[in-house]
T-cell receptor
């Protein structure tokens, strides 16, 4: 069975600074996708970024990028130039057949 | 487009009561999902559907039933609510079930069972 672990329950960052959220996963499958979803106070989950396991190049979406280390089964999210609107819960997820979520990291952004 | 909507937004039930949560999507998605979110845990899949008229069990299906009579709607039913079903319920949908497909989520329903 696949598992997703987020070991940082809470993180904080100063506005305009960079922060990295950690995620590790475990699966025996060779074909899978990894995701980061954002859950703002409104509760509605929004896709931030996704990465295909077969692609070596790290995915990037504007200020959001990932560091995908396949051998280490690590998938961290880097947020550059943090903004107040980035404050939210961030969930890492892995899809080999069903989408399995980690427990989330609450990110606070200070002015 | 409204995307994925859920009705109701909040509900309080007594133990043993029944209720149905409604999820609707206007994106013509084939796949729909029901998740629950509990404190300190990620979302867990309850049931899902790969198309109109189909349903399948997810990770935590016990105590729930679902129906997908119309492509745009996915209903989640609790026949006899228990306090352990107190949770926030999220519906999601996706074009297909491919591994890389984005799931679009509704705003959630907060259910409290007393």
């Amino acid at each position: 069975a696949q598992t997703v672990t987020q070991s940082q329950p809470e993180m904080s960052v100063q506005e305009a600074e960079t922060v990295t959220l950690s995620c590790t996963y475990d699966t025996s499958e060779s074909d899978y996708y990894l995701f980061w979803y954002k859950q703002p106070p409104s509760r509605q989950m929004i896709l931030v970024i996704r990465q295909e396991a077969y692609k070596q190049q790290n995915a990037t979406e504007n200020r959001f990028s990932v560091n995908f280390q396949k051998a280490a089964k690590s998938f961290s999210l880097k947020i550059s130039d943090s903004q107040l609107g980035d404050a939210a819960m961030y969930f890492c997820a892995c899809n080999t057949d069903k989408l399995i979520f980690g427990t989330g990291t609450r990110l606070q952004v200070f002015p | 487009n409204a995307g994925v909507t859920q009705t109701p937004k909040f509900r309080v039930l007594k133990t043993g009561q029944s209720m149905t949560l409604l999820c609707a999507q206007d994106m013509n998605h084939e796949y729909m999902y029901w998740y629950r979110q509990d404190p300190g845990m990620g979302l867990r899949l309850i049931h899902y559907s790969v198309g109109e008229g189909t349903t399948a069990k997810g990770e935590v299906p016990d105590g729930y039933n679902v129906s997908r009579l119309k492509k745009q709607n996915f209903l989640l039913g609790l026949e006899s609510a228990a306090p352990s079903q107190t949770s926030v319920y999220f519906c999601a949908s996706s074009y297909f079930g491919g591994l890389g497909n984005e799931q679009f989520f509704g705003p959630g329903t907060r259910l409290t069972v007393l």
